[in-house]
């Protein structure tokens, strides 16, 4: 069966220090990939999708960015973290080809920016 | 494009009680239709779909949706609440490109013993 890592799972880090967020996927081939910011416990932002390797398209403007070096890993980064960077992110997956069911989202990673 | 509205921001139950949580779309063509839960510094999980079939959609959880096409509606229900039932839920529609889901705000429940 298909399963999501996501970590960590906490993360507390100074502003202007920089950030890494991953994100693996097992038990399937080409996933779509996906980064969620979910701020103030409320609404979902899409950050940053994939549908392969290398291939990353961007929401909105940010401080943020994602590579997708392998199939089934998706990294969220940053150069120097900003206070408004605070927040809950998730990352999930979809299948790539055949049946489109939705997503599975990871447990998330809470980060906190001081 | 394809969107979902949840009116609510938050319902309030008591236990044993009936809950219903809104949502309603606005898609072009057929609508895929999701609703997820969402417990607090958790990720989201999956509760139930509709692509196609049936209107009443059974779930995880004892929840069920009711697709209603003429009223773009797709409310979330379930005959008797309980406490452990309270969660943020988001309702979300597949984007047209495909690839996408589109959610709403998200709708607080709250079940009171």
């Known amino acids: 069966s298909q399963t999501i890592h996501q970590w960590p799972a906490t993360l507390v880090q100074p502003v202007g220090s920089p950030l890494s967020l991953e994100c693996t996927v097992e038990?399937?081939?080409?996933?779509?990939l996906y980064w969620y910011r979910q701020a103030a416990g409320r609404g979902l932002q899409l950050l940053f999708y994939?549908?392969?390797?290398?291939?990353i398209s961007s929401e909105v403007p940010q401080n943020l960015s994602a590579s997708r070096p392998q199939d089934r890993q998706f990294i969220l980064s940053s150069k120097k973290l900003l206070l408004s960077d605070s927040g809950f992110y998730l990352c999930?997956?979809?299948?790539?080809?055949?049946?489109?069911?939705?997503?599975?989202f990871g447990s998330g990673t809470r980060l906190t920016v001081v | 494009a394809q969107s979902v509205a949840q009116p609510e921001d938050q319902v309030n139950v008591a236990e044993g009680n009936p809950l219903t949580v809104k949502c309603t779309y606005s898609?072009?063509?057929?609508?895929?239709l999701f609703w997820y839960v969402q417990y607090p510094n958790r990720g989201l999980q999956f509760l139930l779909k509709?692509?196609?079939?049936?209107?009443l959609v059974k779930g995880s959880y004892g929840f069920e949706a009711e697709f209603n096409k003429s009223q773009t509606s797709f409310h979330l229900k379930k005959p008797s609440a309980l406490v452990s039932d309270s969660a943020l839920y988001f309702c979300?529609?597949?984007?047209?490109?495909?690839?996408?889901?589109?959610f709403g705000a998200g709708t607080i429940l709250r079940v009171k013993s």
């Open positions: 038990g399937t081939s080409n996933p779509n």
């Open positions: 999930a997956w979809s299948e790539g080809q055949g049946l489109w069911d939705g997503y599975t």
């Open positions: 994939s549908v392969g390797i290398g291939q």
């Open positions: 979300a529609v597949r984007d047209m490109n495909g690839n996408k889901l589109v």
């Open positions: 898609v072009s063509g057929n609508p895929y």
């Open positions: 509709y692509i196609t079939g049936d209107n």
